[in-house]
């Protein structure tokens, strides 16, 4: 697995959003492997699912970003642990960055129904392995939950996205942006697409002007990342040669 990764961090020609593809789809397979090895050894693999999230959600695993998993199950299974740590170990044994959780669909609609961050990560959860019910319910019921309440997602939303601007600054500006967080970067196409589900914002055309930029600023990530060797998403003056070329 570590070699095929690489061989796909480094093979040529690709755009960012190919590669980030091509290494969500390498890590699908490996997962699901692991996962369906778990739990067959324990019988079988019903009232449990797996299920991907935030960026790797969207299959946009950069070199260096994070796993973000999911390991729902219905609360009556008990071997939920055992299949957690034939799961997360193998990922840390590989040197890969983690960030998991083990919840009932109960459990995390109730910690969506309240927390900014954990209702936009489940708008972007995206299926693995196990039971499928399980992750189509909760991503039905967590986008239910983010259009019931528009005022409030909104108004929080509009809210992370300002500090954020005050925090990075512009991204076309900055001699060193960060490509993520700043004004007019990746994360703010994010936040337009989250607040697009409750309030018409774009007009006719502006999806297809957004992808483009939005596939630029994903190409200077990917590239920074297998230049760097390290994750991060601002763009340092000595490793701007690099990225370029």
Request: aromatic content about 6%.
């Amino acid at each position: 697995f570590k070699d095929d990764r690489e061989a796909v961090i480094d093979a040529p020609g690709h755009s960012g959003r190919e590669r980030a593809r091509a290494l969500s789809d390498l890590v699908d397979a490996w997962l699901i492997e692991r996962f369906d090895g778990a739990v067959g050894a324990l019988g079988g693999r019903a009232g449990m699912a797996l299920a991907s999230t935030r960026g790797y959600g969207r299959r946009e695993l950069a070199p260096q970003s994070d796993l973000d998993l999911l390991l729902l199950h219905d609360g009556k299974v008990t071997s939920v642990g055992q299949v957690a740590d034939q799961l997360w170990y193998p990922i840390w044994d590989q040197g890969l960055k983690l960030g998991h959780a083990v919840r009932t669909p109960k459990e995390t609609l109730n910690l969506a129904a309240d927390d900014l961050d954990t209702a936009t990560t489940l708008l972007q959860i995206r299926h693995l392995a196990g039971d499928a019910s399980l992750t189509e319910h909760v991503g039905e019921q967590a986008l239910a939950q983010w259009r019931k309440r528009p005022k409030k997602w909104l108004t929080e939303l509009h809210q992370g996205v300002a500090a954020r601007h005050a925090q990075y600054g512009e991204v076309a500006f900055l001699l060193e942006p960060d490509l993520k967080e700043g004004r007019g970067g990746l994360r703010d196409v994010h936040a337009l697409h989250w607040a697009e589900l409750v309030h018409p914002l774009l007009h006719g055309g502006d999806d297809a002007v957004l992808t483009r930029a939005y596939d630029t600023l994903l190409d200077v990530r990917v590239a920074l990342h297998r230049h760097t060797g390290r994750a991060g998403d601002r763009l340092n003056l000595q490793d701007q040669d690099g990225v370029a070329a």
